[in-house]
Nanobody, 123 residues
């Protein structure tokens, strides 16, 4: 499974950005998907996750109410809509897929990783 993330860039605080991730797999509809982020010197952290069907979503406390994860199983894509961005949201964002669970926020449960896309939020 290959994941290709895109959509990163520079955005002002308070602005919005939409990240997208395309998966090359026939089993996308049975792959839980998530977004993680990482800043230099820190561990990769969970941001948002979505179940196989898209019926259940969950978020880190730091982004709940500002970010929205969604998926399109017909297009093999998962997106992360980020609103009200803050400078502390600056990070490399990774999309990830898990064949081990219907949905999970545990980094170790994700088997597949995209290459990362950098989001920089200026103050």
């Amino acid at each position: 499974v290959q994941l290709q993330a895109s959509g990163g860039g520079l955005v002002e605080a308070g602005g919005s950005r939409r990240l997208s991730c395309v998966a090359s797999t026939r089993t996308f509809s049975t792959t839980a998907m998530g977004w993680f982020r990482q800043v230099p010197g820190k561990e990769r952290e969970f941001v948002a996750g979505i179940s196989w069907t898209g019926g259940t979503t969950f978020y880190a406390d730091s982004v709940r109410g500002r970010f929205t994860i969604s998926r399109d199983n017909a297009e093999n894509t998962v997106a992360l809509q980020m609103n009200s961005l803050k400078p502390e949201d600056t990070a490399v964002y990774y999309c990830a897929g898990s064949s081990q669970a219907t949905m999970t926020d545990r980094l170790g449960m994700y088997d597949y990783w995209g290459q990362g896309t950098l989001v920089t939020v200026s103050s």
